[in-house]
T-cell receptor, first 114, second 115 residues
Framework: GESVGLHLPTLSVQEGDNSIINCAYS??????FIWYKQESGKGPQFIID?????DKRQGQRVTVLLNKTVKHLSLQIAATQPGDSAVYFC?????????????FGTGTSLTVIP | DTEVTQTPKHLVMGMTNKKSLKCEQH?????MYWYKQKAKKPPELMFV???????INESVPSRFSPECPNSSLLNLHLHALQPEDSALYLC??????????????FGPGTRLTVL
């Protein structure tokens, strides 16, 4: 299953399928990106990060892809499990008016169907 | 210890009350953050402390008053809040505020309800 982030804030996938969560970021000067997972009633939990000098980074069952040309970030989760059900946020680090800070995307709610 | 702790977990307060939220980390991080998160929305940055000094205030109303007593502790003092201030308040920390490639570690949050 695949989401387009801002336009489809929910994504449902069958257990065992791969999930793709997308994020469009706004600042071409952003040099660091993080994907966070937030389960109900909990704080955001770090999943994986990527620097702007990279196109791809892999973790355990997760892969982040960065396309700087179109300012697009995606999170791929392999063999999605029920425990992956959560809201996923991308965050970009950029220089704001008040200094270097993270800006969070709107989030995508992932539901895994057993 | 790679944890950020927050107390209390839940807080209900009236509009005339004064209360405080507390945050603690023992990772040696020198940057600490307060975020506000409404339901189904992303976290919104409120304050950043760098080396125990306030470095960013995102135009937060004065009824929210942050304090950083030392490098491990961060407080958020609340006074005369409005019902629309009800939200999840998240604390986070990172090694440095200015260095680009520092991950932020989040606490579990305090669920605040203002009656």
């Amino acid at each position: 299953g695949e989401s387009v982030g801002l336009h489809l804030p929910t994504l449902s996938v069958q257990e065992g399928d791969n999930s793709i969560i997308n994020c469009a970021y706004s600042n071409s000067a952003s040099d660091y990106f993080i994907w966070y997972k937030q389960e109900s009633g909990k704080g955001p939990q770090f999943i994986i990060d990527i620097r702007s000098n990279m196109d791809k980074r892999q973790g355990q069952r997760v892969t982040v892809l960065l396309n700087k040309t179109v300012k697009h970030l995606s999170l791929q989760i392999a063999a999605t499990q029920p425990g992956d059900s959560a809201v996923y946020f991308c965050a970009e680090k950029a220089q704001g008016l008040n200094g270097n800070q993270f800006y969070f995307g709107t989030g995508t709610s992932l539901t895994v169907i057993p | 210890d790679t944890e950020v702790t927050q107390t209390p977990k839940h807080l209900v307060m009236g509009m005339t009350n004064k209360k405080s939220l507390k945050c603690e980390q023992h990772m040696g991080h020198r940057a600490m953050y307060w975020y506000k998160q409404k339901a189904k929305k992303p976290p919104e940055l409120m304050f950043v402390y760098s080396y125990e000094k306030l470095s960013i205030n995102e135009s937060v109303p004065s009824r929210f008053s942050p304090e950083c007593p030392n490098s491990s502790l961060l407080n958020l003092h609340l006074h005369a809040l409005q019902p629309e201030d009800s939200a999840l308040y998240l604390c986070a920390s990172s090694q440095e505020a200015s260095y680009s490639y520092n991950e932020q570690f989040f606490g579990p949050g305090t669920r605040l309800t203002v009656l």
